[in-house]
């Protein structure tokens, strides 16, 4: 089983910036990475996506705002995070998706707040 281990995450200001990143244990499988969330009182929901192809997807919310890259080995992601508003704090949890399915990380907090 691949191990995800996720860093980056922390309190910010509002208009202020962080960079999560993502480190899986193997490489063997990925098909695509991505970033969801989890925020108080709601259900979780994707922030964004890369492919082997490095093909990318954003939420509507985070485009423009939000950088999704990953290395060229495929085993590790980033979320550059610009911008960043308090509706924007949540739980932020990696993913990968394997031809045997998907696998989670334990997820990162970022509080955005005064």
């Known amino acids: 089983q691949v191990q995800l281990v996720e860093s980056g995450g922390g309190l910010v200001q509002p208009g202020g910036s962080l960079r999560l990143s993502c480190a899986a244990s193997?490489?063997?499988?990925?098909?695509?990475m991505g970033w969801h969330r989890q925020g108080p009182g709601k259900e979780r929901e994707l922030v964004a996506s890369?492919?082997?192809?490095?093909?990318?997807n954003y939420a509507d919310s985070v485009k423009g705002r939000f950088t999704i890259s990953r290395n060229k080995a495929m085993n590790t992601v980033w979320l550059q995070m610009d911008s960043l508003q308090p509706e924007d704090t949540a739980i932020y949890y990696c993913?990968?998706?394997?031809?045997?399915?998907?696998?989670w990380g334990q997820g990162t907090q970022v509080t955005v707040s005064l």
């Open positions: 993913k990968i998706s394997t031809p045997w399915g998907d696998q």
């Open positions: 193997r490489i063997a499988g990925i098909r695509a």
């Open positions: 890369i492919t082997i192809r490095g093909d990318t």
